[in-house]
């Protein structure tokens, strides 16, 4: 299933562009990543003009809500056709939620956990009243923990807390990684980034990555040369 650890974000909500995208791309990522912006606005029928494509799907709609609800949605997503390979809740939804999620989704997709969002501060996650002493590297640990305990396949994470991760979590437990970005390449609005080839080498099973190949000239010349920088 990762072969190639490449999961290009297609962070548009028109389902044509999405899919030419992905068409474009096929054969040269493991994956696709769709999220709210392209399900909210055309539901099963725009993730399925992508997922037509060949090119295995990431839904990235990050539930959260009580146990039952959570499950409930996941099976609704399970009979999209062909099913994602991966779709994912929140961690912070707890044991029951997330052990209710793994018993929904079954098997069918591998299902992930986002742990502590990347774009909130130390000073954010404090705020939205987590304890103000527990480190956010650490909260991010304990919460890949509990995903694992529950049943979950892995998490999304950090970079920098990829290692720990899978030191606390086992190789297995997967890893998949936003914020990567080329050597030399935009940083745009990412702030704590690494470039592809640190951040397999910390352990990142999925690398997620959207503007540095879509925006690209060459969208598939983009992905090649970065599988290309993990080999080489
Ligand atoms: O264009 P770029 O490579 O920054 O896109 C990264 C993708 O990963 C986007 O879909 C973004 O929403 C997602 N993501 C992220 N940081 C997180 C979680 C998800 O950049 N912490």
């Known amino acids: ?19 030419a995208m992905a068409g474009r791309l096929k054969g040269r990522v493991g994956m696709a990543k769709v999220g709210m912006e392209l399900f909210y606005r055309t539901g099963r029928a725009g993730y399925e003009q992508v997922a037509a494509q060949g090119v295995p ?16 949605g996941l099976t609704s997503l399970m009979s999209l056709a062909p099913a994602p ?17 793994a018993r929904a989704v079954d098997g069918k997709a ?24 527990a480190d956010t590297a650490q909260t991010a640990v304990k919460l890949a923990q509990l995903s694992k ?3 979950l396949d892995g998490v999304v994470c950090s970079p920098h807390d990829t290692a720990a991760i899978k030191a606390a979590c086992g190789a297995d437990f997967i890893t998949v990684v936003p914020g990567v970005r080329p050597a030399g390449a935009d940083v745009q609005d990412q702030k ?12 990142a099973d999925i690398l997620v990555i959207g503007r540095p190949i879509t925006q690209a000239a060459d969208p598939a010349a983009a992905a090649a040369a970065i599988t290309a920088s993990l080999e080489g």
């Open 110 to 133: 591998r299902l992930i956990a986002v742990t502590i969002l990347t774009s909130l501060s130390d000073a954010d996650i404090h705020a939205a009243g987590f304890d103000p002493a």
């Open 1 to 19: 299933m990762f072969q190639n650890p490449i999961c290009v974000a297609l962070d548009t909500p028109d389902p044509a562009l999405a899919a």
């Open 192 to 203: 704590r980034i690494a470039t592809p080839r640190t951040a397999r080498a910390d352990g």
């Open 149 to 151: 305990q529950s049943g």
């Open 57 to 72: 799907v990431f839904l990235d709609l990050k539930l959260h809500d009580i146990p039952n609800t959570v499950a409930q």
């Open 85 to 101: 390979a991966i779709v994912n809740v929140h961690a912070t939804g707890g044991p029951a939620m997330l052990e209710a999620a």
